[in-house]
């Protein structure tokens, strides 16, 4: 646990929310943060103690909520919420994402408007730093009020319940909690509310979403340079004049990255005076504008979840400096749901542009290579089937991308009558990422294949980079041979991240 991340200390950044999720990192709670929340619970203290009736702290909730709950039944009522709450169902959350949950939960409740106090939240500390995982059913949650469910697993382990995973074996809660130094908890007036209130499941699943997104993203962009090669494209399209004059920030910094990726490139200079096509088709030649819009969406996606995730999304608000608790909504998750709607059609349009490329690549009277990439096409099949599994994933994704936050489906006997279907509307961009990352796999082998044929002429520093990376995981295709491996290969070299180091450069979380 190198890296080392301080709540209470300023917000959070990309690069801090994605360090948590790739790898454990220790998390501090700044002096300032501990000071928060002791006078947010002295405050919920006062209210106690002078009598009043306050909405979450002594009442029911939801529909419930105008049912006073007499003071020695306030310690079982924040039980009896959590275990009522833990209705979660479908498989476990990946360690990763819960450890990303546990830190936006702290990160929430330290700003010291929840009014839980510093013990709850140490506790939660106490977890990550012994790696010890509550398991959290993947399904369950309609993004308002908050992500009940979900966060009830997560906090149920605090009070002895359920069960947390510790070194990949899934042990009884109070097993788990003992191997962290903890007992099981008491929760205090107000604390059980505000674990369960709150978007940290729906925006660390998001945000998950968001840097396999990037990792696909930066892989296309390699793929779509080599792909310019192999098919002996033209860099005209990307000259910065165009670009300017239409004005769009991510066309003009996709068209310049895509210059530096294709620049030097002998094959490019092979056929500069001497070609006869006049265009090229659009998935080559209109890289800039439909990556650049796609950048854009992602960079607006990303803004959104960074904010959400230093934000205090519990209700209701316990303000200490007047003692005043106000009853809001910002455990309404509409801003993930739309994030997360943005990274869908963003993924979709990777795979969609990619897989043209592929479909060009594969068609001799298009490209000019051998027919299917292969040599004696008609014995041996080549990629043919290669890019019709890649036909099957964008078609895949165009169905999952369909908008999530148009849904909603009233709860709590319409109390809660408008939600934003965040949780699921994250959730499926992991299974949209892998697919995208597979449309672009099979780009860079069937691009790596074109510039085989090119031989004995290179292409640029940077393509011939992505070409050597490729041809270490993955051999050239002479003849017919059990292909899926081949794919899974590439695959795994998108989704680990490779790339960002050709076209990190433009990610949200590394700029």
């Known amino acids: 646990m190198a890296n080392v991340i301080t709540l209470g200390a300023g917000s959070l950044s990309l690069a801090q929310l994605r360090q948590v999720l790739v790898a454990p990192v220790r998390v ?4 300032s943060a501990l000071g928060a929340l002791d006078a947010g619970a002295a405050a919920v203290a006062n209210i106690i103690d002078s009598g009043a009736t306050v909405y979450g702290i002594n009442t029911g909730f939801g529909l419930l909520a105008n049912t006073r709950i007499a003071r020695e039944d306030l310690e079982t009522l924040q039980k009896n919420l959590v275990l009522s709450h833990a209705c979660g169902v479908g498989a476990l959350l990946p360690d990763a994402i819960v450890r990303l949950m546990t830190v936006l939960k702290m990160a929430s409740l330290s700003r010291g408007a929840s009014g839980v106090r510093r013990e709850t939240v140490l506790a939660l500390k106490a977890l990550l730093d012994a790696e010890v995982y509550p398991c959290i059913p993947a399904k369950g949650s309609v993004g308002a009020s908050g992500d ?3 966060l009830a697993h997560l906090s149920a382990v605090l009070i002895g319940w359920g069960e947390a995973r510790v ?3 899934i042990l009884p809660a109070v097993e788990a909690l003992a191997i962290a130094g903890l007992k099981p908890m008491v929760l205090g007036p107000k604390e059980g509310l505000a674990l369960l209130n709150g978007t940290q499941f729906s925006t660390a699943v998001a945000l998950a979403g968001l840097f396999a997104a990037e990792d696909v ?6 793929a779509g340079a080599m792909s310019v090669d192999a098919l002996k494209g033209s860099d005209t399209p990307f000259d910065p004049r165009i670009h300017a004059l239409r004005g769009q920030p991510g066309q003009i910094d996709v068209a310049a990255m895509l210059r530096g990726l294709i620049a030097g490139s002998e094959i490019r200079e092979s056929h500069r005076h001497e070609c006869g096509k006049v265009q090229d088709p659009y998935s080559l030649r209109c890289q800039p504008q439909v990556m650049g819009a796609v950048l854009d969406v992602l960079r607006s996606a990303a803004r959104m979840l960074e904010t959400e995730a230093c934000g205090v999304t519990d209700n209701p608000l316990v303000f200490a400096d007047t003692g005043e608790v106000l009853s809001g909504g910002n455990f309404h998750a509409e801003p993930v749901a739309f994030a997360a709607d943005m990274i869908a059609m963003a993924l ?3 795979g969609n542009i990619s897989e043209r ?4 690549l594969v068609d001799p009277k298009m490209s000019g290579l051998p027919a299917f990439l292969v040599r004696e096409s008609g014995l041996n099949s080549g990629f043919m089937i290669a890019q019709v599994t890649a036909a099957a994933l964008v078609s895949e994704n165009k169905m999952l991308a369909h908008p999530a936050v148009v849904d909603t489906v009233p709860t709590s006997a319409n109390q809660e009558d408008h939600v934003s279907m965040a949780a699921h509307g994250a959730r499926r961009l992991l299974d949209m990422a892998d697919n995208a990352a597979g ?3 099979i780009e860079l082998l069937s691009a790596a294949q074109g510039l085989d044929f090119l031989r004995p002429l290179r292409s640029s520093a940077p393509v011939e980079r992505t070409h050597a990376e490729v041809r270490s995981q993955v051999a050239p295709y002479e003849q017919d041979r059990y292909f899926a491996p081949d794919i899974e290969r590439a695959s795994a070299i998108v989704r680990s991240g490779w790339f960002r180091s050709i076209a990190g450069a433009l990610l949200p979380s590394e700029s």
């Open 439 to 441: 449309v672009v796999a």
């Open 217 to 222: 993203f930066a892989a296309a962009l390699a």
């Open 148 to 150: 009940l469910a979900p």
């Open 348 to 350: 979709c349009e990777i």
């Open 357 to 360: 490329r592929t479909s060009i």
């Open 167 to 169: 070194n990949g074996r």
């Open 28 to 31: 501090e709670i700044a002096p």
